[in-house]
């Protein structure tokens, strides 16, 4: 061991990741360098499990020490092994190859990593295999203490290797910093990540990601967080530490959404990004929100191999801290940016901070921000923004968005504005805003607009309009100015000018817009809770057009419910027309528990569906909403829904859902159906129940129950209700079929009646109940197929009891061999006869051999007796077995009609 040890300095070359130590031991004699003991390599031999300090499970490879526990010490595992850490230990590294390594602990124990000499590296190195230090239970009895620089290494040439970090980290200092290096090596397969897991960590020392000029393709991975456990700032040590991204692939993550985000300083080249890694497939990793906190710096620099400086930061949503900031070192050439790439829309809030390296000449312009058009939307607003530079944003939602930065006059000698984006667009209105940065030396000026079709630049006189603002400028800031005579569809380029006795200065950036073509689709966010659909202030729009209220072909509307499970209750919602609207698609996010309506309490109104150029008509919930209800549940149901094209509704969240459609659906026509499709893509908690209740119900369109493809939800259309008894009228038009897929069910409800009367062709797979009795009319068709619409499938009829027209109509598919067809299952409470035209069809072309059997009827034993009474197709016979214990089993039998293609 050593002795008298009295460290008096420390070299830190972080550009090869080595450091210098000297131990000095002061004595009467002089200034000496003494270990008690030699460093050693350790290699594991105690099997799968063992303690750290037990005898015999560890085989050094020079000296006759029994186990590592001095600085220096290498430890080697090439098995999977559980490790028991039973008193504090000190190594320089750990080398895993093959299997996982687990460090546990008993008691408080203390991990201390320190190098016996400048030549030696403290290292955690892992190879085709991981490494867990600690685990969930260990909290901060476990404690890696790091005395010098630590490097992770991982390695795997065509998969992924993980460490996960359950250890509070401490060491280092203000005055002795450490640091801690993560590094992959491997192609570009080779996938390391290591996970921070303690939020205690206290370490004082930067952290790098990514080697330091090495030409290393694999993708390194700092994960903060990892499955439930949510990523945080403070599991990067003190708040001072920084992050430098280095190589090609090198990534901050973090697990969650942490509310306070990320408040670090982190420079060079790679990602910053919102991520969680599947717990189950480590190859399989989702998008998490990202949040740049209270402090955060992002300052790209040019690191080895990369041509620019560029950090990247992505995520599912994105919010930025108004005192986060970007910084940007630049000079006339440079082009270092950073990026965003979200898949929702974000506005930018944080500071941008210009530091020049050089001297950069007014009018100089280069890209600083780049999102990608996955976001949807962006907004560039940050809270300041460095003087003598000004700010543009292009781009759309298909190619993306840009900010450009360019260098301005001295505002200290010149009155100076800058463009800020146009809002309010209309089709023949906007409103312009101009960001006054100067009005030296007079204290005021003139401020004026100058706009057009064409970008005049500086040319005054050549501008088509110039309007002055109404006051004279005194204080700098934000000023706006609404333009009444603009034209339609039009695009316009807007600059600003400024003038006092120094003359009169146009502003070097540019802006444009395009006032609408008419009747052009938004989407709208509903932010009422009981309001009119045209009170003033019930929505909130996400373009920065005029349009207040959604009405047009193709408008999109999104009602947020607020309330999630587990949350503070929230409370039902009403959207009530007061005249006809048209919108394409409504999305209802969350509500757990609550209601969303849409009614017409104040007269007859029309909710048209009408799809914009995708031609799709969609109500959605995302969420666990209990119900929604369309139209008044009273004699006067007021709202209409007519519908242009298909309308599909849609649910994927495990809840139960009630849906009530009170109002009469119309539209649709021979020529273009519009089809009514109730979806469900959820699992087997994913519960839809809806009700037609108006039998002024005139669409033409099937109806589809039910999604395409096998899932576990549950769908179940009923017509009518206790006090409202089921009626043909409401599924529409004669002619409409309904289509069960995924088992679905189609329910009808007699209400007061005693019979409920089904005049309908059912087709698919699933079930056709009455909660009563059950009639089949004349016009009434059971057709069983699969649930993709083709093939075999089986039809279940479920009531108390059961009747049916003789020109009732029942349709099966047979396969020649028998071995599969369609069926019909009867699962009824009294007595039953069975009547109707029965048609057996076998498969287009092919040959049915006399003497081939079917079952295509089954009934069950609650009806106590069953007689098949069908009108049957010619070539087949029926035969009936059975008894009122086990049930009741038709069988079709074709019989000879000589050598006889049937074809359907």
């Known amino acids: 061991m050593k002795t008298n040890i009295a460290k008096t300095s420390r070299i830190v070359h972080l550009a090869s990741a080595g450091k210098r130590i000297v131990f000095t031991l002061a004595l009467a004699m002089g200034v000496i360098t003494s270990y008690a003991q030699t460093p050693d390599t350790f290699t594991w031999i105690g099997g799968a499990s063992g303690s750290w300090d037990a005898v015999g499970v560890w085989t050094p490879t020079v000296t006759s020490r029994i186990f590592p526990e001095i600085a220096g010490d290498m430890v080697v595992t090439t098995n999977a092994t559980t490790i028991t850490m039973t008193t504090n230990v000190t190594v320089s590294g750990i080398s895993v190859s093959g299997g996982t390594l687990t460090l546990l602990n008993t008691g408080v124990v203390t991990q201390t990593f320190a190098s016996a000499s400048a030549s030696v590296t403290n290292k955690i190195s892992v190879s085709v295999s991981n490494i867990n230090s600690g685990d969930s239970a260990s909290g901060d009895n476990l404690v890696m203490d790091i005395v010098d620089n630590l490097l992770f290494l991982g390695y795997h040439n065509n998969g992924y290797v993980s460490m996960f970090v359950w250890d509070k980290i401490i060491g280092g200092s203000v005055e002795d910093p450490i640091s801690l290096l993560f590094e992959v090596s491997g192609n570009q397969y080779s996938h390391f990540r290591v996970h921070l897991m303690n939020a205690n960590n206290t370490y004082r020392g930067d952290v790098y990601i990514g080697a330091a000029g090495a030409l290393k393709d694999g993708d390194v991975s700092l994960y903060l967080g990892y499955g439930s456990t949510q990523g945080k700032d403070s599991m990067l040590g003190n708040s001072d530490n920084k992050i430098i991204l280095r190589n090609k692939r090198p990534a901050l993550c973090v697990t969650g959404g942490y509310s306070e985000g990320l408040k670090r300083r982190v420079l060079g080249t790679g ?109 560039f607003n940050p809270s300041y923004t460095t003087p003598f530079y000004s700010f543009q944003t292009t781009g759309n939602a298909s190619a993306g968005w840009v900010v450009t930065a360019t260098r301005q006059v001295d505002t200290t000698l010149y009155p100076a504005v800058q463009n800020l984006p146009t809002t309010l667009i209309a089709e023949t209105n906007a409103t312009l805003h101009a960001d006054v940065i100067s009005v030296a030396p007079d204290g005021e000026a003139t401020l004026r607009a100058y706009f057009g079709t064409v970008d005049q630049v500086s040319d005054f006189g050549a501008w088509d309009h110039v309007e002055a603002y109404a006051a004279t400028v005194t204080t700098l800031g934000a000023y706006s ?87 503070s209750p929230g409370v039902s919602r009403t959207l009530n027309l007061t005249n006809d609207v048209t919108i394409s698609s409504m999305t209802i996010n969350d509500g757990y528990g609550l209601y969303a309506n849409i009614s017409a309490t104040n007269g007859p109104a029309t909710l048209t569906f009408d799809a914009d150029a995708s031609g799709t008509n969609q109500i959605y919930s995302s969420g666990q909403l209990a119900g929604m209800t369309f139209g008044n ?46 979806n469900t893509m959820g699992g087997e908690y994913c519960n839809v129940y809806h009700s037609l209740l108006n039998t002024n119900n005139t669409f033409r369109g099937d109806v589809y129950l039910g999604d395409a493809q096998a899932r576990g939800a549950s769908m179940m259309l009923t017509i009518g209700n206790n006090s409202m008894p089921a009626r043909n009228e409401m599924l529409g038009d004669a002619a409409n079929q309904v289509v069960l897929r995924n088992n679905s069910t189609l329910r009808y409800n007699p209400g007061a009646e005693s019979v409920a009367t089904v005049e309908r062709h059912v087709k698919g797979h699933g079930t056709l109940n009455s909660t009563k009795a059950m009639s089949l009319a004349a016009t009434a068709v059971l057709e069983p197929q699969s649930i993709s619409g083709i093939g075999y499938g089986t039809n279940t009829v479920s009531a108390t009891a059961f009747t049916a027209d003789a020109n009732a109509q029942y349709v099966l598919d047979l396969k020649a061999t028998g071995g599969q067809n369609d069926a019909l299952v009867f699962n009824v409470t009294s007595p039953l006869t069975l009547t109707g035209m029965l048609e057996l069809v076998p498969e287009s072309g092919e040959r049915v051999a ?52 049937i074809v359907r």
């Open 271 to 379: 990602t910053v990004q919102g991520r969680r890694v599947n717990t189950g497939y480590a190859s399989i990793t989702y998008p998490d929100p990202i949040i740049l906190g209270d402090g955060s710096s992002l300052e790209p620099s040019v690191e080895f191999s990369n041509p620019i400086g560029k950090i990247t930061v992505a995520g599912s949503t994105i919010t930025t801290h108004t005192n986060s900031q970007i910084r940007i070192n630049v000079t006339e050439t440079t082009k270092d940016v950073v990026a965003f790439s979200g898949s929702s829309a974000f506005t930018y809030t944080g500071k941008v901070l210009m530091e020049p390296l050089e001297e950069i000449p007014v009018g100089t312009s280069w890209p600083i921000i780049t999102v990608t058009a996955a976001t949807k939307a962006f907004t």
């Open 481 to 567: 100015l609404k333009l009444n005579t603009l034209n339609v569809n039009t695009t316009y380029y807007v600059r600003h000018s400024v003038s006092n006795s120094t003359g009169e200065s146009m502003s070097s950036d540019v802006t444009s817009f395009t006032t609408r073509p008419w009747n052009t689709p938004d989407t709208f966010t509903w932010v009422s809770t009981n309001a009119d659909w045209h009170a003033e202030g019930v929505w909130t729009i996400n373009t920065l057009y005029e349009r207040r209220t959604p009405e047009f072909k193709g408008d999109k509307i999104i009602i947020n419910m607020v309330s999630t499970y587990g949350s």
């Open 633 to 678: 549940n009273t004699g006067d149901y007021g709202l209409t829904m007519e519908l242009k094209q298909p309308l599909l509704f849609l649910r994927n969240s495990s809840w139960g859902l009630n849906v009530q459609f009170y109002a009469a659906i119309i539209g649709g026509s021979e020529e273009n159906l519009s089809d009514i499709i109730f």
């Open 850 to 901: 006399a003497g081939t059997s079917w079952d295509v009827i089954t009934v069950s034993a609650t009806a106590t007796s069953f007689t098949s009474a069908l009108t049957k197709t010619t070539g087949y016979i029926l035969t009936t077995t059975g008894d009122d214990t086990t049930g009741w089993t038709v069988t079709a039998t074709a019989t000879s009609l000589g050598t006889l293609l």
